[in-house]
């Protein structure tokens, strides 16, 4: 391989590992507010229980995912030297704003988050929770900001020629709300607290297939059960809202999400199907017109095609991005449909009466994040060729002076690395979830310091 694959390799490895941390954690912090708003709302002790618990696998989740995060830092001067000085202007914004509105008050308050019980007052124990989860939102703000930017540039000019040239901000507010940040901020959030909620229906299933802590289990299952069905109901709005964006802003991406090729016609919308790129055709199962439809809510309006554009200023790689994107579809209407039936089994007073069901949610915890993975690679590989869309190519991105057998080495010792944090991470989240919350969670007396109102979703 040369270095530019390579690089690519290398930075798609550590990115996708560390992708796995921050969803997690903002998802977390999402139902650790509701957890212990809960316990605020009604005293109830279990719901104190629950908390503690989840806050101990949530600062695990947080120290892996900066363990993991610093390193893509480093590699963007050794790897991507011409890149980073192309957008080292903006990136540095973005990055400043996320280390002082984001990072500062996630790990600040993350000390009160963890040892404050005891310490301080219920009240402000949860307003530390509330801050942790903003935080860690606004970390990721900050990072999809960046990377919108480079999927639709606005709010700058060009300082400089050549291997000198770099993208200097003209205009902060349009930097920040560039053509698909807002869109893609949505989908990537949403996903978010989909992961963070189906990690926790996974382990409390798995709690209650035990007949372990089965009151708690069942209270935090339907707390997490509803961010859940929120998110997914979300996430085909979210979704929507991101595709039609594509449309306007990178119509070569939505082609290759399709695998549409005619420069200009209506367009299907497969199902599940296989792209030949020699032959530029689909096979598979589709609706017809689908996605003339989705775009533009008729059945004649024609869509932009791979053929409009120039074979050097197209993703090379159709059938992946089609495959990715496609897979990142399936798993969110799996998500839809597994919450959905799962709300109405509730509702039928029978959402613990299934052992198949909580089987099934044991081992969902992986499609949040296989969901998560699979978008990332179509948003990113959908790009190509251009690492700054329309401005900057990949290969005209790279260092000059790096050498593969460079990368080579490195991306080996990352990946020892990486899968050492991954075993011990593995490790560690095991042992807590097998020793469970702190008591037994069962026969837990209801104490009424702060109010005796029952929850009228969970209790």
């Known amino acids: 391989m040369d270095a530019e694959i390579l690089a690519r390799v290398q930075f798609a490895f550590t990115i996708s590992f560390h992708y796995i941390y921050p969803p997690l954690s903002i998802g977390l912090g999402v139902v650790l507010v509701a957890m212990e708003g809960l316990y605020l709302r009604t005293g109830n002790k279990i719901y104190e229980q629950m908390t503690r618990f989840w806050i101990k ?3 695990l989740i947080f120290g892996i995912g900066v363990a993991t995060g610093i390193v893509m830092e480093f590699e963007f001067g050794t790897n991507w030297a011409t890149y980073s000085r192309y957008v080292g202007d903006i990136f540095g914004s ?7 509105f984001a990072f500062a008050l996630e790990s600040g308050f993350l000390g009160v988050l963890l040892f404050g019980w005891n310490r301080v007052s219920p009240k402000v124990h949860f307003f530390s929770t509330v801050m942790v989860a903003l935080g860690s939102m606004f970390s990721a703000i900050w990072i999809v900001v960046a990377n919108s930017w480079q999927q639709t540039p606005a709010g700058f000019h060009i300082v400089g020629e050549g291997l000198k040239a770099r993208a200097e901000i003209t205009d902060f507010w349009a930097m920040v709300f560039n053509p698909s940040s807002v869109d893609r901020l949505s989908h990537v959030i949403v996903g978010a607290f989909l992961a963070g909620s189906f990690l926790v229906l996974s382990v409390h299933a798995y709690y209650i297939l035990k007949r372990r802590h089965v009151e708690l289990s069942q209270k935090a299952f339907k707390i997490a059960l509803v961010i859940a069905t929120i998110s997914g109901l979300m996430q085909l709005f979210t979704g929507h809202r991101s595709a039609d964006g594509v449309a306007v802003n990178q119509p070569a991406k939505l082609a290759a999400f399709e695998g549409h090729y005619d420069s200009s016609a209506v367009a299907d919308m497969y199902i599940v199907g296989y ?11 589709y609706i017809p017109k689908g ?13 932009k ?7 050097r200023n197209r993703p090379s790689q159709v059938n992946a991005v089609f495959q990715f994107y496609h897979l990142m579809v399936a798993s969110g209407m799996f998500m839809i449909g597994l919450t959905l039936l799962s709300v109405f089994l509730w509702w039928r007073g029978k959402l613990f009466a299934y052992s198949w069901l909580m089987l099934t949610y044991s081992f969902a915890v992986i499609v949040p994040q296989l969901a998560n993975q699979f978008g990332w690679f179509s948003a990113e590989m959908g790009r190509q060729p251009w690492v700054v869309y329309g401005l900057l190519r990949t290969s005209d991105a790279l260092s000059k002076s790096v050498k593969a057998e460079q990368i080579l080495f490195s991306l080996i010792l990352f990946t020892l690395v990486y899968a050492l944090l991954f075993v011990l991470f593995m490790y560690l989240l095991t042992k807590k979830i097998q020793h469970g919350p702190d008591g037994d969670g069962e026969h837990v007396e209801t104490i009424p310091d702060y109010s005796k109102r029952n929850s009228p979703v969970i209790d």
């Open 57 to 59: 696998i949530f600062a």
């Open 94 to 100: 973005a990055l400043a704003a996320e280390g002082i």
């Open 275 to 285: 792209v030949s790129e020699s032959t530029e055709k689909v096979s598979g199962l």
């Open 305 to 311: 095609g791979l053929n409009a554009f120039p074979k």
């Open 291 to 303: 996605l003339t439809f989705l775009l533009h809510q008729d059945f004649t309006t024609p869509v």
